[in-house]
């Protein structure tokens, strides 16, 4: 479980945006009154410490490993122990009773050890116990009688039960289910990692859209104010003015809504980052230490395939379920065979206490000698094959006529099917998101380079807009259709960087585990 864990931890540990750090990326969250600078590396950390929803997801595996130490404790040996003391009164009911009241007491103790053992089906049981009587009825042969036993049972099935029954059925399958509670742990650790990835880097780019806003903003402030100095001087009419005011407007309300983002992001982070038991969660705000960059990586998409096919986390459950339905249909299909136990009983005792002899030649006969046996030479007897008694048999029994067992079979044969054609589709889903998030990543970084050139060329196209504009080459409306064209150019520019950066993450992710 650890080992998955570590792995699922590290998979996305390299860095899937490219970025530019400004801050040391190892370093703890440094944090100045109620602002906190963060880096990638340390909202994921922060993500898989404080995470509510992975919180509750970590508690899984220790629900399956209690469940699978459950179904083995049916293995485990059963010690019980018996202890008992007693009396009784009747009336006597032969001449050899002596007439009146025969009064008996009795004491026994006994101890016994059975188990289901976890290898071909079989049990058995073992117990010896001791007991003391006495009586005063005449013509006993041991007053008081000692007596010890040991007796052991043992039943081994020879067909239905002995490769498979429902006690080690139930252990196997706890035990993939527990292998499936780790996968799909790893699976909420990349989830988690992915998640923080794109909210940081949601945050980073709505703070980035802001300074492109302002950018756009300054360049309409700029506009305008040329354009009054030039009304002051009498170069241009005051209605050029008003066109101005109009696109410093505009670009006002981009800034806004920038900032909207900017706090829609933090608020995303937040919930992803922070343990909402703090007292200054809502008033903690996020300072990024790193900003979006571009860098060309190359991908293999056969490899990713590849990757996928073996170390996604949904197709690794499904196979675990494809095993779960294996083993009960193998459980199901030998329970339809007959039923042949193989039995062996053995039982050794002693007998001891005071033995009475009689003189039979009289009537009723006289009491002639006594011999003592004490209760040590009753227990060697007993462990010594002192009377032994022992039996070997075998029970067979077999239904006639179709069973309930043969139609579940059947019935879990279908499952079995249908789970088969369901883990096909998986895979070709698999495949197909892996083909779809590669061929994005590859269509992004050829998005980043066409808009790039095209804001180089709206800068251009501006700059020599404005060298017209200053002779008096160009109006007031083509100046600013240019500087609108450059605000989308960088507006462009910065959403295809973004895109690209979101799809190396998702492109890392998705080979991993189901996550877009």
């Not at 933090?266 to 909402?276: F, G, Q, T, V, Y």
């Amino acid at each position: 479980m650890m080992t998955r864990s570590l792995a699922a931890m590290t998979v996305l540990a390299h860095f899937s945006l490219m970025v530019v750090a400004t801050a040391g990326a190892q370093q703890p969250p440094a944090s100045t009154g109620s602002v906190v600078q963060l880096t990638m590396a340390q909202a994921e950390a922060m993500a898989l410490e404080s995470n509510l929803q992975l919180k509750i997801d970590r508690l899984d595996p220790v629900v399956a490993a209690e469940n699978l130490a459950s179904a083995r404790s049916v293995f485990n040996p059963t010690l019980g122990s018996n202890f008992s003391r007693g009396s009784s009164q009747s009336p006597s009911g032969s001449v050899f009773e002596g007439g009146g009241t025969v009064n008996s007491t009795s004491l026994s103790m006994g101890t016994n050890v059975r188990q289901q053992l976890p290898w071909f089906g079989g049990n058995y049981q073992l117990s010896w116990d001791a007991s003391r009587s006495e009586t005063s009825q005449l013509g006993a042969s041991f007053n008081p009688r000692l007596s010890a036993g040991l007796r052991f049972n043992f039943t081994q099935p020879l067909l239905a039960g002995f490769k498979v029954d429902g006690q080690r059925l139930q252990v196997d399958t706890a035990r993939r289910n527990q292998s499936i509670a780790d996968v799909q742990l790893d699976e909420r650790i990349i989830t988690t990692r992915v998640q923080a990835q794109l909210a940081y880097l949601a945050l980073v780019s709505a703070i980035r859209q802001r300074e492109v806003s302002q950018q756009n903003l300054d360049l309409a402030r700029q506009q305008l104010k040329d354009n009054q100095a030039r009304v002051e001087v009498g170069t241009m009419a005051p209605i050029d003015i008003i066109e101005a005011e109009a696109e410093v407007a505009s670009r006002e309300e981009g800034v806004i809504r920038a900032d909207a983002s900017i706090a829609t992001a933090e608020d995303s982070l937040r919930a992803l980052i922070l343990d909402p038991g703090r007292a200054d969660y809502w008033q903690v705000r996020f300072e990024p230490t790193e900003t979006i960059s571009l860098q060309e990586r190359a991908i293999n998409i056969a490899g990713a395939i590849e990757t996928a096919m073996r170390e996604r986390t949904d197709l690794i459950v499904a196979r675990s379920q494809m095993e779960i339905t294996d083993l009960s249909m193998k459980a199901t299909k030998n329970s339809t065979l007959p039923t042949a136990n193989l039995t062996f009983q053995y039982s050794a005792s002693g007998t001891g206490g005071t033995q009475n002899f009689y003189n039979n030649s009289k009537f009723p006969p006289v009491l002639d000698r006594t011999l003592a046996r004490g209760f040590g030479a009753v227990v060697g007897d007993s462990f010594t094959n002192n009377l032994p008694t022992w039996s070997v048999g075998v029970n067979v029994s077999y239904p006639i006529g179709k069973s309930s067992t043969e139609a579940n079979l059947a019935r879990q044969q279908i499952q079995r099917q249908q789970q088969e054609t369901s883990l096909r589709a998986l895979e070709l889903r698999v495949v197909t998101s892996v083909r779809t998030v590669g061929r994005e990543l590859e269509t992004n970084y050829k998005r980043v380079q066409v808009t790039q050139l095209a804001r180089e060329r709206a800068q251009r196209q501006l700059e020599a807009e404005e060298k017209r504009f200053a002779v008096g080459l160009s109006g007031t409306f083509t100046l600013q259709s240019r500087q609108r064209d450059l605000a989308t150019a960088r507006i462009n520019e910065l959403n295809a960087t973004i895109d690209y950066n979101r799809s190396l993450i998702q492109f890392d992710a998705i080979q991993k585990a189901p996550v877009r």
